[in-house]
């Protein structure tokens, strides 16, 4: 049973790392395609990288520039950009703003990244 739990809090610690650099990697490019490229070579997203992936990384990992976070969702248009679009919705599907008041879950959802500014 030791040897299990050692065996686990490993995986846990690499899990960690990988997710580390993932998340150092979207923070530092300004290309989508290397750091999704990266995240998938390290086993954080599918390989290939869904919207579902990709949604669930912005959404769980902790560390990620909040700002780069918003202009990531934010490309458009839709037909330039299917990709973004369904990761935004897949994005949008991870909250649950059941019993919440309207402006509750506003605050809520514009936590989790910033609005790009003009």
């Known amino acids: 049973i030791e040897i299990e739990w050692l065996s686990q809090a490993r995986h846990h610690k690499l899990r960690k790392r ?6 150092s990697l979207f923070n530092d ?16 997203l599918s390989n290939p990288a869904t919207p579902s992936s990709v949604a669930s990384f912005l959404f769980n990992t902790p560390k990620l520039d909040k700002v780069k976070i918003g202009l990531y969702l934010s490309k458009g248009p839709k037909e330039k950009y299917p ?27 514009l936590s989790t990244f910033r609005l790009p500014g003009e």
Do not use: P
């Open 83 to 109: 990709f973004i679009s369904e990761v935004l919705t897949e994005f949008c599907k991870l909250f649950s703003f059941e019993g919440l008041s309207f402006s509750e879950a506003l605050r809520m959802f």
């Open 18 to 23: 990988r997710l580390d650099k993932a998340a």
């Open 29 to 44: 490019s300004s290309r989508d395609k290397e750091w999704i490229q990266a995240a998938e070579r390290l086993s954080v």
